[in-house]
């Protein structure tokens, strides 16, 4: 079949957005900064470094970019700490079945994500064979919403865009799905994720059938 289902990570696959919250909530403090899990959703699917520019903004504070470096680096390694102990366990609800089942109907598969931590986590959650393809922070120049993510991982399954579907968990991440071409289903809450084409709360509340018909509908 000549679809393919593109699978952002953080919050699609493996609940690590928490520990991306928590991580900047530590540096959000050593700054001053007040943050909260509303001001959170912004940075999701954002990149490290832009990340670090909206919580920058959010207290007012300047830093040159040597300092930004090194608070991006120092965000990462409290990320890292965090997810050390990641393991197969972690994978969300749903995904092993419904990636196992997109393979069965011969839909191609790929990974979609901001992270340049992606492969590593990946690895840690022993999914890594189950794509054909993997995009991540580490191989596009323009964050989500560009769409250069999902518009390269399109052309690494050898498929146009309007036969990729796209799952995110973040506004952003379905913003660049359409500016891709792509429909999207979001993962999460309606309110914020309002611009998908579907919103369920996790892929075990979705069949590939039922992903399959939205992408072949008008
Ligand atoms: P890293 P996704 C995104 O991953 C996260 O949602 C976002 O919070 C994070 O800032 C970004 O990756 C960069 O991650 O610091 O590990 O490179 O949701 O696109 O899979
Ligand atoms: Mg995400």
């Known amino acids: 079949m000549n679809k393919g289902f593109i699978f952002d990570l953080d919050g699609v696959i493996v609940d690590t957005a928490r520990y991306h919250y928590q991580a900047w909530k530590k540096v959000a403090q050593q700054l001053g900064i007040t943050f909260t899990l509303q001001h959170n959703e912004a940075l999701k699917g954002v990149s490290r470094l832009q990340s670090l520019e909206i919580l920058l903004s959010l207290g007012n504070i300047k830093k040159t970019e040597t300092e930004k470096q090194a608070l991006a680096r120092q965000k990462n390694e409290i990320y890292l700490h965090l997810i050390e102990n990641l393991s197969p366990q972690d994978v969300l609800p749903g995904v092993h079945s419904f990636i196992t089942n997109t393979h069965n109907q011969v839909i191609k598969i790929a990974l979609g994500?901001?992270?340049?931590?992606?492969?590593?986590?990946?690895?840690?959650?022993?999914?890594?064979?189950?794509?054909?393809?993997?995009?991540?922070?580490?191989?596009?120049?323009?964050?989500?919403?560009?769409?250069?993510?999902?518009?390269?991982?399109?052309?690494?399954?050898?498929?146009?865009?309007?036969?990729?579907?796209?799952?995110?968990?973040?506004?952003?991440?379905?913003?660049?799905?359409q500016n891709a071409g792509m429909k999207s289903i979001g993962i999460g809450n309606s309110t914020t994720l309002y611009q998908a084409n579907l919103v369920v709360s996790g892929l075990d509340k979705l069949t590939v059938k039922q992903a399959l018909n939205l992408l072949n509908s008008y």
């Open 113 to 177: 994500s901001a992270s340049k931590n992606a492969a590593y986590i990946l690895k840690k959650l022993g999914i890594a064979h189950l794509f054909d393809a993997r995009v991540d922070g580490t191989m596009v120049s323009q964050a989500k919403p560009n769409p250069e993510v999902f518009t390269k991982a399109a052309h690494l399954l050898g498929l146009a865009p309007e036969n990729c579907l796209v799952f995110e968990d973040a506004e952003a991440g379905i913003a660049a799905a």
